[in-house]
């Protein structure tokens, strides 16, 4: 693509965000299901492609992957894996176990639309949701010790996590 094409495409982005600031609000998601047994996690992809491009909000066409979204997904990679390592450790039964992430972006930012406007994500949530017959304190202490060894949610050190048991 040449200058001039994403200029005028960003263009009309960036006049939309201004004459609405909200609509250049969006929360990005990951998922995965986090195999204890074999300590893994494998990913949900939304864009099944290695290839990154531009955000559908800073005029990309969603048919190539985020790479702020391969942010998430890393996290999530990173925090199944450790969570699965951590419950083995502690002899832990777990039936099931999901862990998804959320980030919140002002497209305002990275556009420039905006110098008030941070770049990047403003907060981002990491959550277990756990099918198991352990204790909640066990369950707890895990999701604790996943966070606290996770090396991705440790260099963002801005994730709130939390858990919740399934059905």
Same mark, same amino acid.
């Given at each position: 693509? /040449?200058?001039? =094409? ?13 004459? /609405? ?14 195999d ?14 290695? *290839? ?6 800073t005029?990309g066409?969603?048919?190539e992957a ?5 942010l ?15 419950c083995?450790?502690m002899?832990?039964?777990? /039936?099931? !176990?999901?862990?998804? !992430? ?7 930012g ?6 008030? *406007?941070p770049?990047g994500?403003? !907060? ?5 949701v ?6 909640d304190?066990?369950?707890? =202490?895990?999701?604790e010790?996943a ?12 994730? /709130? ?5 399934? !059905?």
């Open positions: 693509m /040449d200058a001039a =094409k994403l200029k005028g495409l960003q263009a009309q982005i960036k006049q939309g965000f201004r004459d /609405d600031p909200e609509s250049a609000q969006a929360t990005l998601t990951a998922s995965g299901n986090i204890v047994a074999r300590i893994n996690c494998r990913l949900v992809h939304e864009t099944p492609t290695d *290839v990154c491009g531009l955000h559908p909000m005029g066409d969603g048919s985020c790479a702020a979204n391969m998430l997904q890393a996290l999530i990679g990173c925090a199944g894996v450790t969570f699965g390592a951590v083995s450790a002899e832990l039964s777990i /039936d099931a !176990a999901k862990v998804s !992430a959320e980030g919140d972006l002002d497209f305002r990275t556009l420039g639309v905006s110098r008030e *406007v770049i994500f403003q !907060a981002i949530r990491l959550h277990f756990i099918q198991s017959s352990a204790e304190g066990k369950l707890s =202490k895990a999701v010790l966070e606290r060894y996770c090396v991705v949610a440790q260099t963002l050190k801005q994730v /709130d996590v939390s858990w919740s048991r399934s !059905a």
